[in-house]
């Protein structure tokens, strides 16, 4: 048997003003919270025993899952006492991990990786732990993973630089999804801030118990604006396997959306959301309960919860509205960042 543990006690400060209301994990993707396509990703590989680590504003996890029965899973909670870093959180779970092995996901990566072939590796290989590893263009703005011929993790390169790349060597970085021994937690403080990926897998990797698992799965970090819209995309357009429905857009049960209004583009309208007549809505997430006035316009915005937008107001570019705000008619927003519960009566 392999328990998750589940890291969702960011502060997820790079989706402000919309993580001011709810943790990452618990932002909605499509139809349904963010943190429950990795639900869907473990039931289908068997894996129905979850501990999610929390932290900041732990309550809506569980208000939303509570023990998981109603999924057919086992679902249960632990909180950090003040921030634990990624290596903490998973040590704050230990005394509810019953297996010898444990799997472990950051909160906010979206992939369809195949867990069994990580597992198979990982079993075959006898090491420590094995970290799955995706393929990026550029490695300047993440850590390098450097492998040796038989997986074993070389070394971390942080923020590579360009003239200490090799010549034709893969751009691995690490996706957020690791398959762990339970002594790997010996190596962990308790109730000390500690990173998994700083403090602990270098020192595996250099005493040759670490191995990495590439792959070319879909893998996207929702973790910014940008890329959560994407993810809304990639999901509509059935890039991703996940268990939400496939089309041009999603409008949610109880949402309403005018006849003579379009939603296009890998939009998503929330439940109980409103899109008035005349309205254009491309490629932009209305959260649940918003109301896009007449003739308005969305076109790659992230429009929270309870929002309203005025009749004739125009949202692009990677706007992103925090839940209440309120939009006065006739406005437009570029690439700006509205807070929560503003109320904005000019363009900006
Ligand atoms: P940013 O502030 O935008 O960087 O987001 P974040 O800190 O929420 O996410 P980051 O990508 O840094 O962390 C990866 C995952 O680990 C996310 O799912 C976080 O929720 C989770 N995480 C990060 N730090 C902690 C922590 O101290 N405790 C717990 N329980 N989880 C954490």
Redesign the pocket.
Known sequence: MIEAV??????????RPL?DTR???MMSLVDRPFVAHQLDQLRRFGVSDVIF????LPAALEEHFGNGTSIGMRIRY???PS????A??VK?AEHLLEGSQVLV?????LTDLDLSLVAEQHDSSGVAGTLALTPVDDPSRYGLVRLHPDRAVEEFLEKPRAEQLRPGEPFLINA?TYLLEREVLDHIPEGT?CSIERDVFPALAAAGRLAGYPSDSYWR?I??PDSYLKAHLDVLAGRVRTESPVGESYVAEGARVAPDARVEFGSTIGPGAVVEGGAVVIGSVVGAGARIGRSAKLDGAIVGASVVVGDRATLEHGVVVGDGATIASGVTITGAIIATNADIDQSQ
């Not at 589940?6 to 989706?15: N, P, S, Y």
């Not at 680590?53 to 900041?56: A, K, N």
């Open positions: 589940i890291l969702v006690g960011g502060e997820g400060t790079r989706l993580t943790p990452k994990p680590s929390c932290g900041y632990v909180v950090d921030p634990l870093g990624t903490g959180a704050n996901f950051n909160g906010d990566v957020g801030p970090d973790g910014t």
